[in-house]
């Protein structure tokens, strides 16, 4: 049967005795002088990530934002441990001398210190995956999207994300003031039943952390991306003899038909890592020569030209990124172009491929660096026609894809994956 304590709480039999009725435990005090230390390590990170961004500093900012996010699902899990811990135990009761209106106002605070512990770090989440930008927790666990992208949806939750932290910095501020008074002007036992010389530890060691991180991020210089245009056409490009584009490759002149493509159901996409998190991409402007026979693969040639500036990664930002000078150099670089024309069939016994199964070993050209490139294919045919599925896996470092700070893996994965479907 639960009974009703002196502050308006209740309190049931079953609850842990471990925290007495003057004094919070050791695991209550840990819990909240972390959550406290942690939240205003967000505050700093997030006013560090407005000047990175003032001055320009893309590779800082994402490490910032990468940390921040990492933090804050920290604090989720921790608030979680906190209130499960809160509902399992019994806090001690406010001073019998504290008018009601005040005890009121404490649980009211209390309650929307805990709805703001759980409702930032959650509208942060829901924000990151409707801008597209997927969470993971310091580049270790990669977290599911909440929601699917949705700009409208996470402008939105940026709102709700931004006045949330303002509530909260209000709640807290009120929070300590209070505390301050209890200890100042009422002369009760409010403040020192939740310190302890550990609490002045877990300040250090939140310091430390924020000192840690900032250290790993002032390391990184400054990247300026530059405005895009794109100069040549895809159509000019496939004009070119491709041994003009693939300096290894011999082009050869081959007398299959060329397939009928029909791109509105067909794409070329990549999948990537930022952060820790994958993100993907599609190049929606792309032209294929594609000359291939099973049983004429010595005849048979693949041929695309990509247009790099069409792009798209659900998010503009990264969409600038990945054309600016250190990724793609959109400007000089404009077109990637595959060609292969040595085609092997793959052993239907392999336990990766069965029948119908191919490597197309070629060339990929982009950013002026050819490199040799291989398409795994497997050819089906579906109720719209004949369908080539693809999967090729790269290096990005191999073409000088994101270089300075971008080099750095732990903010932009260097494998890509590139998927390939072409209905034709
Ligand atoms: C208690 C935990 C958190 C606090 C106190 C907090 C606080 C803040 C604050 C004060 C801002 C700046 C708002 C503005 O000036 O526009 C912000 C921005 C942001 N937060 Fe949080 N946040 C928390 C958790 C999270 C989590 C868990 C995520 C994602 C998983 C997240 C993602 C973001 C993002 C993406 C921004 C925008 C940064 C930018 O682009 O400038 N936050 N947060």
Redesign the pocket.
């Known amino acids: 049967m639960a009974t009703s304590t002196s502050n308006g709480q209740s309190s049931s039999p079953n609850k842990s005795s471990s925290e007495t009725r003057s004094d919070y435990s050791a695991i209550g005090k840990t819990l909240h002088w972390l ?1 406290a230390a ?2 205003g390590l ?2 700093v ?2 006013e560090l ?2 000047i990175a ?1 003032q001055t320009n500093a893309t590779v800082k ?1 994402l490490a910032i ?1 990468a940390n ?6 920290t ?2 899990v921790i ?1 979680i441990i906190r209130l499960v811990y809160r509902l399992n135990s019994t806090p001690p009761t406010l001073p019998e001398s504290m008018p009601s209106w005040q005890k009121l106002a404490s649980n009211t605070s209390h309650f929307l210190l805990y709805f ?2 759980f409702a ?9 995956s409707a ?1 597209a ?1 997927s ?1 993971s927790w310091f580049n270790l666990i990669a ?1 599911p999207d909440l929601i699917s992208a949705n700009k409208t949806m996470a402008e939105t939750l ?1 709102t709700m ?2 006045r ?3 509530t ?2 209000i709640l807290a501020a009120v929070h300590v003031i209070a505390a301050i008074k209890h200890h100042v002007v009422d002369k009760d036992n409010v403040l020192t039943r939740m310190s302890s010389k550990g609490t002045i530890s877990i300040g250090l060691i939140t310091l430390l952390a924020g000192v840690l991180i900032w250290g790993k991020v002032v390391s990184i210089s400054s990247t300026q991306d530059e405005t895009l245009v794109t100069t040549q056409t895809l159509a000019e490009t496939l004009e070119s003899p491709a041994s003009e584009q693939t300096e290894d490759t011999q082009a050869k002149i081959s007398n299959l038909p060329l397939w009928n493509i029909d791109y509105s159901n067909s794409y070329i996409d990549f999948t990537g890592e930022q952060a820790g998190a994958p993100f993907t991409g599609r190049w929606n402007k792309w032209e294929g020569k594609l000359q291939f026979d099973p049983a004429a693969l010595d005849q048979s040639v693949f041929d695309v030209s990509i247009e790099i500036g069409s792009v798209g990664s659900n998010d503009e930002e990264r969409d600038s990124t990945i054309l600016s000078p250190d990724f793609f150099n959109v400007i000089e670089f404009p077109i990637a172009r595959f060609y292969a024309n040595d085609f092997v069939s793959i052993d239907p016994k392999s336990p990766d491929f069965g029948d119908n199964e191919f490597i197309a070993k070629g060339t990929l050209s982009m950013k002026g660096i050819s490199q040799a490139c291989e398409l795994k294919f497997k050819i089906t045919n579906t109720e719209k026609g004949k369908e080539l599925q693809g999967i090729a896996s790269l290096n990005r470092h191999q073409w000088n894809i994101g270089v300075g700070d971008w080099a750095d893996p732990t903010w932009v994965g260097s494998d890509v994956l590139v998927n390939v479907k072409v209905l034709f």
């Not at 921040?68 to 699902?73: C, D, E, L, V």
């Not at 930032?120 to 990151?128: D, E, F, R």
């Open positions: 959550v942690l939240i967000q505050y990170l997030i990530a407005h961004e900012q934002i921040h996010k990492s933090i804050g699902i604090i989720l608030a703001c512990l930032l770090p959650v509208s942060g989440w829901l924000m990151s801008n930008y969470v977290l940026a994300h931004l949330l932290s303002d909260l910095i």
